[in-house]
């Protein structure tokens, strides 16, 4: 089976302004055999890009068709404890005016 050949010039310069952008340090054979693989793998690109796809074709952004089921939004009143404070707020480690106190990030 013959390499499909991409839309530009796939070469080890190439290669090596795409490390460099992606801040990769290549030795000569990484280089070298990366840009044998990229130019495999962009003409592959290419073919698929040549595809000719039926006019008013949708595309398919999953292989099931999904949908996410609505319910009501409900207020459902928070546990509390014998003394009316929120069990959540007890748990805490540390409150402050009825509520969690977290640390100072800044």
Do not use: C, W
């Amino acid at each position: 089976m013959s390499q499909p050949e991409t839309a530009f010039e796939v070469n080890e310069a190439l290669v090596r302004k795409v490390a460099d952008l992606a801040r990769l340090a290549l030795t000569d054979d990484e280089v070298t055999r990366y840009a044998a693989q990229m130019k495999i793998t962009l003409g592959y690109v290419d073919q698929i890009s040549k595809v000719k796809i039926p006019e008013g074709t949708v595309p398919l952004y999953h292989p099931f068709e999904l949908a996410t089921p609505m319910r009501d939004d409900t207020v459902v009143p928070s546990p509390t404890t014998a003394d009316g404070k929120p069990k959540m707020i007890s748990a805490a480690p540390d409150t402050l005016y009825e509520g969690f106190k977290v640390p100072p990030i800044l």
